[in-house]
């Protein structure tokens, strides 16, 4: 009986074990992607059409690196005020994780912003960019890639930049904010 009794106990500890209270990053997404306060956008990286760039060789490696954006943004109004304040608390408790290493913190006209990401310093795996304004609501925007370079991904902004994109499929996310 002790025997049975004890195997119990370490399957009941092992799964609470298992079981993490603090939601990762990708639950998030997932589990607000279908909230009607939410917008929900997943951006190919083919969305910037520098595919036939004039592009110098660490442009290109950076841009392959890229795989795509997934971007989560509340849009905050009267009728919402109590759910944007517990759903910001919650992006903050999922990124104060020790996991996310922070790059900086701006302070822009938008609001407040914070860019954190996994990886190492030389091989990048995910960018996180957290935007958010008390009168607006916030965007959560997760750049996703492999390997990435930080220098490199300078670079590539700045070929971005000269290029002919105008921010084209990125319309809802504009439209969400203004006003």
Known sequence: M????????????????????TQSLQEYYVDNSENPNFLSLDV?????????????????????????????????NASNAAAYKT??????????????TELMKMNTSF???TVKYLGT????????????????GFALIRVLGKKMNPAHMIELLQAIQK???????LKEIGELFKG
Not at 121 to 136: L, P, Q, R, T
Request: proline share 1%.
């Open 87 to 100: 759903e910001k608390s919650n992006v903050n408790a999922i990124l104060n994780n020790r996991k996310f």
């Open 2 to 21: 002790k025997t049975i009794k004890s195997s119990l106990y370490m399957v009941v500890l092992m799964a609470l074990a298992a079981c993490s209270s």
């Open 111 to 113: 609001g407040k912003a």
């Open 121 to 136: 310093e030389d091989a990048i795996d995910e960018v996180i960019i957290f935007g958010n304004s008390d009168d607006k």
């Open 163 to 169: 290029s002919d994109y105008k921010g084209e499929g």
């Open 44 to 76: 190919p990286t083919s969305i910037l059409n520098l595919d036939d760039a004039d592009l110098t060789e660490s442009q290109r490696e950076a841009l392959h690196s890229l795989r795509k954006l997934n971007i989560l943004a509340f849009k905050k």
